[in-house]
């Protein structure tokens, strides 16, 4: 396999299926001749023009409402928000409307929309530009909710996105962009609700999600020279949960560590906790932690936003303490 970045990645995926649906549309701001501001549809507009690459105005709900008509109507469209925080605008239609209409048709509707966007604290982005609100989206009945980590999965996962009936948040951290990674050139997908086990290992299960595999693969030979075995497991979506996955690891090692960069209140951290206490108590030979971003608006200041996210030295100090437990 070669290797290429997630953004390459992303943007094979959209490209081989734009050639092979004509159904497939795009919308958001500056993603036409510019590209995008991640390069998310870079060369597109070159190929297939202004009516299936469209610039929009600023009008999130607007540019949102119109995708989940288009979608009612047999088009596929897919929403380039650039930052996940902008979802927010059009969060009425997100939950009201794209999430429920195929139950309220009783399945006589579809609704093929792909939401996609970047997360992630970094690059001094500040408060606006930083969210990881994907706790939040896997509240809601009717939404897949996807985080992928490496260019192989991400290609994989969007591919799945572009291809199913339902609704999908794809949620790109930023930090993960150029990260280079295997991805096949033949033809492949990567399922929703079956997570990845990264590394195997037997003295702590770390469940991670997103940047934070990166980070925790950054501390797991330091730890192996200190005969700490970790085994890494990357859930890749959040909604659906793939728990079983979690369960059959913690069965193994007895110990359980969850990191997420987003907030630890109402998180996906609680959620995984809550199901792993509630299907394999037995199996805990310590309590289970979590490790999460501090909950406060994001610090625009590169040394206060250094602080409020996990890095290698507080996951590896984590794990050390989880296991004199």
Do not use: W
């Amino acid at each position: 396999m070669r290797d290429i970045t997630y953004m390459q990645a992303t943007l094979e995926a959209l490209s081989e299926e734009m050639a092979r649906n004509p159904a497939i549309f795009v919308m958001g701001e500056g993603i036409g001749k510019r590209g995008g501001n991640f390069n998310t549809t870079k060369g597109l507009y070159d190929l297939y023009g202004p009516e299936r690459l469209c610039d929009t105005p600023i009008c999130e709900r607007g540019f949102v409402g119109l995708a989940a008509g288009a979608a009612m109507a047999g088009a596929r469209p897919v929403i380039d928000f650039m930052f996940a925080d902008f979802v927010l605008d059009g969060v009425g239609e997100i939950i009201n409307q794209i999430a429920k209409i195929q139950y309220m048709s009783s399945g006589r509707l579809k609704m093929p929309v792909l939401l996609r966007g970047c997360v992630g604290i970094g690059h001094s982005a500040a408060t606006h530009h930083s969210g990881n609100h994907y706790p939040m989206y896997a509240h809601f009945p009717g939404l897949r909710v996807v985080v992928p980590s490496t260019p192989y999965d991400a290609k994989g996962l969007l591919k799945r996105a572009l291809t199913c009936d339902d609704p999908v948040m794809f949620l790109e951290h930023r930090s993960l962009l150029t990260v280079k990674g295997p991805v096949p050139e033949e033809e492949y997908q990567v399922d929703f609700g079956k997570a990845s086990v990264v590394r195997e290992g037997s003295d702590v299960t770390v469940v991670a999600i997103a940047y934070m595999v990166h980070q925790t693969l950054a501390v797991r030979e330091q730890l192996a020279a200190e005969g700490v075995s970790v085994e890494i497991v990357d859930p890749r979506t959040v909604a659906p949960l793939d728990v079983d996955t979690i369960l059959q690891s913690v069965r193994k090692t007895g110990r359980l560590l969850i990191i997420d960069e987003a907030f630890a209140p109402c998180g996906i951290g609680a959620e995984i906790a809550a199901q792993v206490v509630d299907r394999g108590f037995d199996d805990l030979d310590a309590p289970i932690r979590r490790l999460n971003g501090t909950h406060t608006p994001t610090p625009y200041s590169p040394p206060l936003e250094a602080a409020v996210v996990p890095n290698p030295e507080r996951i590896a100090q984590a794990i050390r303490d989880l296991l004199e437990e």
